[in-house]
């Protein structure tokens, strides 16, 4: 029997010639990620003083602000100090500031590599699957026993397979397949288990489009979101840098699965997640004509120049109707930088965008765009639960970036479909 | 710990997320002050109400969402002696776990009600509902994690070990 991408990362982490679903194993951590909400200030920093105020391997674990950033209050403020400070007193040289939110740099940075074992102190670590790493999210106090032991425990997961099948029509986007999935397996349909996407529409996908898919696999309560490495995420880490150290681990053909879905790209059309779960997925058309206020392209999960640009090819010589605002952060630095040089960020502004720094922020109410009572936003990012963008009493639909900008142009939550007869073709 | 815990109910519904356990705005907050909002979504009395070792018991998929240790140490700050649920998100059940909060499956739970009194065996699995005279089947913790649960969580459990 062969065995899947899981079994076969884990076995390699634990330094054991073979591990199947099921066994527990003590793993080596490659690379330990905290973010400034939930690094060093929760339990880590006080408890390590306890036991060990030493890190196991410095160059093996990345601090990055970029929740707090930049900070709207003194005590964010003095979040972000505290963590930048921890990180230099422990000599972390992989130290990253107001550059974007922490999985994307992961990525960029060239921290998330095939065949490795990445833990971070946030749920959408699992995003880094898409470059067929076991990455996935732990709590502050389990973060800690990794810095100072550089292992935890992992029970091997089973493993799900969604295949995709077609081509994605015009309109429709790697978002729309992420939550079609999710609607399909439910928000709980994989709890404790790994999420294997394959199949043509996935390998046709940039890493981009990937990363968009594998970021949402914890809302189906997942431990990890993989995808099998290609040619296409060894260019993607050659670009930045990275050519070797590394192991492209893929499923054997064989491999035993405990459930399968299969998908059809071309029968998709754009699909949002309707308040207040990630998981009440509806086509765009059910509740197209919602009043939206806010409507928000950015974060880990949107804000990616692919994104930017189906947006803005949308946006361009259009405007966003009055009386929405239509914010937009670029999922990092580099993002920004580049879409600046490529006249996107232009764009996006002459339609009435507001573009914001690369941040969490806005995807989880705590700067820069918070909703108020009664109010309702369309986002391109990957959860809507209640609260979580502001008012308890305000309402957040997920789409894709093309279905956010479609909707920012009309003022209600549009079919981009109305917009976009040629994009994505 | 002698594996029995016992305590009144507080009962809640399916998918008690990471949001609302924590609410996001709050989380710049210490523990204690972040606590008073905890559950404010669905409960805005939780914080008030919460007495020391009250048992939480909800539906399915509790505690889904972030991985914010906030959520369970904001619980365990409020007090809440243990959590019942028919199943819990990965992250946060290792974090309970890791805080020293002992957290329970059980497929019964919508036997159970708010303001019950309930005894749980840990290390047999056995949920004992004083109020009803009823008695539900539940997970079992093993001796290796009640241990860990025992002294305190993780913590204490690394203070002995590195
Ligand atoms: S952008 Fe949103 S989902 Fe991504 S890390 Fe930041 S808060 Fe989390």
């Known amino acids: 029997m062969g065995k899947t991408m899981s079994e076969k990362i884990l076995a390699r982490a634990a330094g054991v010639s073979g591990a199947s679903a099921g066994d527990i194993l003590w793993v080596n951590v490659d690379r330990a990620m905290m973010d400034d909400i939930l690094g060093p200030r929760v339990e880590i920093a006080a408890k390590m003083l306890e036991i060990k105020d030493e890190v196991w391997d410095k160059d093996k674990v990345v601090v990055i602000s970029d929740h707090y950033t930049p900070p709207a209050s003194i005590k964010q403020a003095e979040i972000v100090k505290f963590t930048r400070d921890w990180a230099a007193a422990h000599g972390i040289e992989n130290y990253h500031e107001f550059v974007g939110p922490c999985h994307q740099i992961m990525a960029e940075y060239g921290h998330v590599r095939p065949g490795t074992v990445v833990l971070g102190t946030d749920s959408h670590t699992c995003m880094g699957g898409a470059l067929g790493a076991f990455a996935s999210g732990v709590g502050s106090t389990e973060m800690l026993g990794i810095l100072v032991t550089g292992k935890t425990w992992l029970r091997v997961p089973e493993t799900i397979k969604v295949t995709w099948r077609g081509k994605l029509p015009p309109g429709v986007m790697a978002k729309d ?7 399909i ?85 754009p699909v949002v997640a309707c308040p207040h779960e990630v998981d009440n997925v509806a086509p765009v058309g059910d509740v197209k004509g919602t009043a939206v206020h806010q409507a928000y392209i950015g974060s880990c999960t949107g804000g990616r120049y692919s994104d930017l640009e189906a947006a ?68 391109a990012t990957n959860r809507n639960f209640i609260g979580r963008m502001g008012s308890k009493n305000a309402k957040i639909y997920l789409g894709s970036p093309l279905t956010v900008a479609a909707s920012a142009i009309t003022g209600k939550i549009t079919d981009p479909r109305e917009f976009v007869r040629e994009v994505g073709a | 710990m002698n594996g029995i815990v016992a ?52 539906g399915v998929n509790f505690g889904s969402g972030s991985s914010r240790e906030t959520s369970p140490l904001t619980l365990k700050h409020l007090g809440v002696g243990a959590i019942v ?57 093993p001796p290796h994690i009640l241990a860990l ?14």
């Open chain 1, 185 to 269: 397996i439910g928000h709980a349909g994989a709890t404790y288990k790994t999420v294997e996407y394959v199949g043509d529409t996935i390998e046709a996908l940039s890493i981009d489009e990937r990363l968009a898919i594998t970021n949402m696999a914890v809302e189906m309560g997942a431990k990890a979101g993989l995808m099998a490495p290609d040619a296409k995420a060894v260019e993607f880490l050659a670009a930045r840098g990275i050519t070797g150290g590394y192991e492209l681990i893929v499923s054997d053909a064989d491999a035993s699965y405990c459930a399968t879905h299969d998908f059809r790209a071309d029968a998709l059309g």
């Open chain 2, 85 to 141: 649920a028919k199943f819990f998100a990965r992250i946060f059940y290792r974090n309970a776990i890791n805080l020293g909060i002992p957290v329970i499956e059980c497929a019964d739970t919508d036997k159970i009600s708010d303001g019950d009194l309930i005894e749980i065996d840990l290390a047999q699995g056995v949920i004992v509902n004083k109020t009803k005279n009823e008695q539900y089947a539940c997970s079992k913790i």
């Open chain 1, 177 to 183: 397949m992420s939550l079609k999935t999710i609607g």
């Open chain 1, 312 to 379: 803005a090819a949308v946006l361009k010589g259009r405007k966003v109707k009055k009386g929405v605002r239509l914010l937009v952060s670029p999922a990092s630095q580099d993002i920004w930088q580049r879409a600046s040089a490529s006249g996107l960020l232009a764009t996006l502004a002459a339609a009435g965008a507001v573009i914001l720094a690369p941040t969490c922020g806005v995807c989880v109410g705590l700067h820069s765009g918070l909703l108020a009572d009664g109010e309702v936003c369309i986002s």
């Open chain 2, 7 to 58: 305590g009144k109910v507080l009962k809640y519904g399916d998918n008690i997320n990471t949001d609302i356990i924590s609410p996001p705005q709050y989380m710049e907050l210490s523990i204690p002050e972040a606590a008073k909002y905890a559950m404010s979504a669905i409960d805005p009395d939780f914080a008030a109400k919460v007495r020391q070792g009250d048992i939480l018991v909800a």
């Open chain 2, 149 to 162: 649960i025992g002294e305190g969580g993780l913590v204490p459990y690394l203070k002995k070990t590195v």
